[in-house]
């Protein structure tokens, strides 16, 4: 497995020039975010990341998580640089300075974190789930929870989880069965839970589980869950660590990858129940979960990106030094580098320049997150949380899907080399797969992006979004701005189309939802490179020199492959919504 290296100059080009650093930092309360220490932190993040995350990748696939009398010990090296990461407090950028937080904008924190994943996606996991729990807690604990668990869960001391699956529910959360019985000041959890990533190891000193669970005479469904803080070990009064909660780890699952990150079986109440703590109000659990959802959903997004800059960095490393054939315009020339194979540059172009629109898709949805959260008026809050609201499932499955993508493709470059493990490009792959399936499955996405995002409002935050791509491209005279605005024009039309049909047969809309959200986001995706492209055409007309006039050229040229190669999907993606949901529901499930 070749080395990860942070793709700073990258980073650094997307905040600046496409998402626009200097609004975000004139925030307020991110005034901290300098030029020079973001430049600081994104250099920094890049050496644990390459120094100490990225060596236990592989080492850590192969040994995995280990499950014996009850304890989970996670693979050689990672409570070591758990520590290593606790001590840096890289956990605490985003969170609020008076629990600990850095209060650094989340569009910052989305560049670091795709740094973590793409060195070590088991290990990110860890960090991941916390982050989601905290951000849920500061949005609807009371003063007391947040001052218990915080300060604690923020500096890393202490890791989160979310526990809301079952055996029996899987994805229909409203049929889970766990119970809470109110008892004094507290309930007490009976139930089991599956698939909870990082839900019992050796790194933190303590686990924090935030549980769904129904109260004894809660309705049926979604409206009768509630949930619940539930502390492996029970803080005293103190902030010391009390005795143990009644939960365990019945067993670890063996899975395709991820191998380093113990996705547990998480039992509650075995003995006399375990002691949980209610979050918010009883039967408004959902409310409280989906704020953690949805920030783990962007999360999940850019672990998608972050597998395929890993998997691309890897793959050229390898084109670069495999040779192999003559050139084929040669005919008895010497052997050549892969990499000056048409073919292989197509496939080497295709990643690259898919990971940047990605990228560029991640950044801005983060920025959008910073807005709701920090704009002076209420009017611009709610215009960013709209637009937040519409992008989040785009980040989450498209990003995740062409993860996949680009991890095949990087199997592919390798050739049967790729199929080897000791390369370390399956690992990719496999690491890969489950990211489409976590939180919601892409499918699940593309039904919220179609009845929540676009029905609900008749469609209000799709066109305030579309207007501004118009408006961008109508003036930016470039080839790659003309091709947005010719794949604008499909999208206009499948956006109308689900409109139209979502407001008189959901059934058929549901079908035609994925290659909706696809279309969208791979529209989305060339805006942003056209901008992309723009803006380093006007750094290279202003003479300047940084990142370098090669990286600014290279942009453009990117950005054109996008717009030649990736975009005209657009047209395709558009006629399988309009089109091909007739013939998807055509057959009777006898001949499927």
């Not at 039967?283 to 990106?305: D, H, K, P, W, Y």
Request: proline share 4%; with cysteine; net charge negative.
């Amino acid at each position: 497995m070749s080395d990860y290296n942070a793709p700073i100059a990258d980073m650094h080009f997307v905040l600046r020039e496409v998402v626009g650093l200097d609004e975000i930092a004139a925030l307020p309360g991110y005034e901290e975010a300098t030029p020079d220490l973001v430049d600081a932190v994104l250099e920094e993040a890049g050496r644990l990341a390459r120094d100490v995350l990225a060596p236990l990748n592989q080492s850590g696939d192969r040994e995995g998580a280990t499950f014996e009398n009850g304890v989970v010990r996670t693979a050689a090296g990672f409570p070591e640089a758990y520590q290593q990461f606790v001590d840096g407090g890289w956990g605490s950028l985003p969170f609020d300075p008076e629990y600990g937080g850095q209060g650094l904008p989340w569009t910052v924190a989305t560049a670091v974190q795709e740094m973590w994943n793409a060195a070590n996606l088991s290990f990110s996991l860890a960090p991941l789930l916390t982050q989601g729990a905290v951000e849920s807690l500061q949005t609807h604990g009371t003063p007391e929870q947040k001052a218990t668990y915080l300060p604690h869960m923020i500096s890393g001391r202490w890791s989160g989880t979310m526990n809301l699956t079952e055996p029996q529910a899987g994805s229909d959360v409203g049929a889970l069965k766990a119970r809470a019985v109110k008892q004094g000041d507290h309930y007490l959890i009976t139930g089991q839970k599956v698939f909870i990533t990082w839900g019992e190891h050796d790194c933190a000193e303590n686990i924090i589980h935030m549980v769904l669970a129904r109260t004894p005479d809660a309705p049926a469904g979604t409206r009768g869950i509630s949930l619940f803080i539930v502390p492996k070990f029970l803080p005293k009064a103190d902030g010391t660590l009390g005795e143990r909660n009644d939960l365990r780890c019945v067993s670890l699952e063996h899975k395709l990858g991820i191998h380093a990150s113990p996705t547990a079986i998480m039992a509650y109440g075995d003995s006399s129940g375990a002691i949980g703590y209610l979050v918010g109000a009883e039967n408004r659990g959902m409310e409280c979960m989906f704020t953690m959802m949805n920030n783990a959903r962007i999360s999940v997004g850019v672990q998608g990106l972050a597998i395929a800059e890993r998997a691309y960095q890897q793959a050229r490393d390898f084109a670069r030094e495999r040779v192999q054939s003559r050139a084929i315009d040669s005919r008895d020339g010497p052997g050549v580098a892969i990499i000056q194979h048409p073919d292989v540059r197509r496939m080497l172009m295709t990643m690259k320049a898919t990971l940047e629109a990605m990228r560029a898709l991640a950044y801005v949805a983060a920025a959008a997150l910073d807005r709701a959260k920090r704009a002076p008026d209420e009017e611009a809050r709610a215009a960013a949380q709209a637009r937040i609201d519409l992008l989040t499932p785009m980040v989450k499955s498209w990003l995740t899907d062409c993860g996949c993508e680009i991890a095949s493709l990087g199997v592919q470059i390798h050739g049967g080399m790729g199929f080897i493990e000791e390369t370390g490009a399956a690992q990719h792959y496999r690491d890969a797969r489950i990211l489409p399936i976590y939180e919601g499955t892409n499918g699940i996405q593309a039904l919220d992006l179609m009845a929540r995002k676009l029905l609900r409002d008749k469609g209000a935050a799709a066109a305030t979004l579309l207007l501004e791509m118009r408006s961008d491209v109508t003036a930016i005279d470039s080839p790659e701005a003309k091709a947005v605005g010719e794949a604008l024009i499909d999208l206009d039309a499948a956006t109308d189309w689900m409109l139209e049909t979502g407001a008189k047969d959901l059934r058929l809309a549901a079908a035609g939802a994925t290659p909706y959200l696809r279309l969208f986001a791979t529209v989305t995706g060339g805006w942003l490179m056209a901008r992309s492209a723009a803006a380093a055409q006007r750094l290279l007309d202003a003479g300047e020199a940084q990142p370098d006039r090669s990286f600014l050229e290279a942009k453009i040229q990117t950005a054109r492959f996008y717009a030649d190669n990736i975009l005209p999907r657009a047209s395709a993606e558009a006629a399988a919504t309009m089109r091909g949901a007739y013939s998807t529901l055509a057959l009777s499930d006898a001949h499927l």
